[in-house]
């Protein structure tokens, strides 16, 4: 969509942050392809002179923009990962408005993968419990997520997960009769699945991949220290964390490894987590198309080769 204009910028953080604001410069920055992103300057007399970073998209987006301001309070909450600290979230100027602190970036660093993997594991920690689901269904990129409770973990992920994406396939007609054959046979096994998992549920980030964790600044770490943005979250099983990790996550053996020295994943985890990656796969062929076709193909094979 076309980025808002300077004067559009001014008025809407003029409403949702600071009405002496005064923006000095506005710059178009990567990781807008669903929404606009901005690099904004600006001095006000709440924040000070600083730079900040804001989404916006249509007024209809706003229950997105809502979402992922839910999900990076949550996070920051448990004080275990750097996430952006979120400003002001809210329709102004006739567009939706998502607007944080802006994060310096940094070259990783040798250590920065085993922190990455330590302060994951952290989060996951700190968090544990036996929640399942949201307070609310919220969005995997721009698809509906749904979130409502389930009476136990594998029957989440049968009906909220892989059975909610091979429902929305088979109404796009993206799927053929072998991949549907498939997908039904896992959302029956899962039970026998997903067995020997922890029994514990803990905060996910939801849609942790490559793109959404950066090396970054802090004043108290100039040297960058891991941080993780545009978050999906729910309470779920932590194995499921890894599913968008192994498919676009480009971690190293040293993340996994500090994962596990820090709480240790219960044996088998390599094989359950296809089922979050198909998951995925299935969000990628109901948003992208026949493109990720014969990934689901493989990875569905694949789980019911190892039930």
Same mark, same amino acid.
Request: with cysteine.
């Given at each position: 969509?076309?980025?808002?204009?300077?004067?559009?910028?001014?008025?809407?953080?003029?409403?949702?942050?600071?009405?002496?604001?005064?923006?000095?410069?506005?710059?178009?920055?990567?990781?807008?392809?669903? &929404?606009?992103?901005?690099?904004?300057?600006?001095?006000?007399?709440?924040?000070?002179?600083?730079?900040?970073?804001?989404? &916006?998209?249509?007024?209809?987006?706003? %229950?997105?923009?809502?979402?992922?301001?839910?999900?990076?309070?949550?996070?920051?909450?448990?004080?275990?990962?750097?996430?952006?600290?979120?400003?002001?979230? @809210?329709?102004?100027?006739?567009?939706?408005?998502?607007?944080?602190?802006? +994060?310096?970036?940094?070259?990783?660093?040798?250590?920065?993968?085993?922190?990455?993997?330590?302060?994951?594991?952290?989060?996951?920690?700190?968090?544990? *419990?036996?929640?399942?689901?949201?307070? &609310?269904?919220?969005?995997? *990129?721009?698809?509906?997520?749904?979130?409502?409770?389930? /009476?136990?973990?594998? %029957?989440?992920?049968?009906?909220? #997960?892989?059975?909610?994406?091979?429902?929305?396939?088979?109404?796009?007609?993206?799927?053929?009769?072998?991949?549907?054959?498939?997908?039904?046979? !896992?959302?029956?096994?899962?039970?026998?699945?997903?067995? @020997?998992?922890?029994?514990?549920? =803990?905060?996910?980030?939801?849609?942790?991949?490559?793109?959404?964790?950066?090396?970054?600044?802090?004043?108290?770490?100039?040297?960058?220290?891991?941080? !993780? !943005?545009?978050?999906?979250?729910?309470?779920?099983?932590?194995?499921?964390?890894?599913? +968008?990790?192994?498919?676009?996550? =480009?971690?190293?053996?040293?993340?996994?490894? /500090?994962?596990?020295?820090?709480?240790?994943?219960?044996?088998?985890?390599?094989? #359950?987590?296809?089922?979050?990656?198909?998951?995925?796969?299935?969000?990628?062929?109901?948003?992208?198309?026949?493109?990720?076709? *014969?990934?689901?193909?493989?990875?569905?094979? %694949?789980?019911?080769?190892?039930?």
């Amino acid at each position: 969509m076309k980025p808002p204009s300077p004067a559009n910028v001014s008025a809407a953080f003029c409403q949702l942050i600071d009405p002496s604001i005064r923006i000095s410069e506005v710059r178009s920055v990567g990781g807008g392809c669903i &929404s606009n992103a901005l690099k904004i300057t600006l001095a006000s007399e709440r924040l000070g002179n600083r730079r900040v970073f804001a989404k &916006s998209n249509e007024a209809g987006f706003i %229950e997105n923009f809502q979402s992922e301001w839910d999900g990076l309070n949550a996070l920051a909450a448990a004080e275990s990962i750097v996430v952006p600290k979120p400003l002001a979230v @809210g329709i102004a100027a006739e567009q939706a408005w998502l607007i944080t602190e802006w +994060m310096e970036t940094r070259p990783a660093s040798d250590r920065f993968f085993a922190d990455f993997g330590r302060q994951l594991a952290e989060l996951h920690r700190v968090t544990a *419990g036996n929640p399942i689901g949201w307070r &609310s269904d919220n969005f995997l *990129g721009s698809a509906i997520q749904p979130n409502t409770a389930t /009476a136990c973990w594998a %029957e989440f992920v049968a009906e909220n #997960r892989i059975g909610f994406q091979l429902r929305w396939a088979i109404d796009q007609q993206r799927v053929d009769a072998k991949l549907r054959r498939d997908g039904e046979a !896992i959302v029956a096994a899962m039970p026998e699945l997903l067995s @020997g998992r922890a029994d514990e549920t =803990s905060l996910l980030h939801g849609d942790l991949w490559s793109g959404n964790y950066l090396c970054g600044a802090t004043d108290d770490h100039h040297c960058g220290v891991p941080v !993780i !943005i545009d978050p999906a979250v729910y309470y779920g099983c932590r194995e499921a964390e890894f599913g +968008m990790l192994k498919l676009f996550g =480009s971690c190293p053996s040293e993340f996994y490894d /500090a994962y596990q020295s820090t709480w240790p994943l219960p044996d088998g985890w390599q094989y #359950r987590i296809n089922v979050y990656v198909l998951y995925h796969l299935l969000n990628h062929l109901n948003l992208f198309g026949s493109g990720y076709l *014969g990934q689901c193909h493989r990875v569905a094979s %694949e789980i019911l080769r190892t039930k």
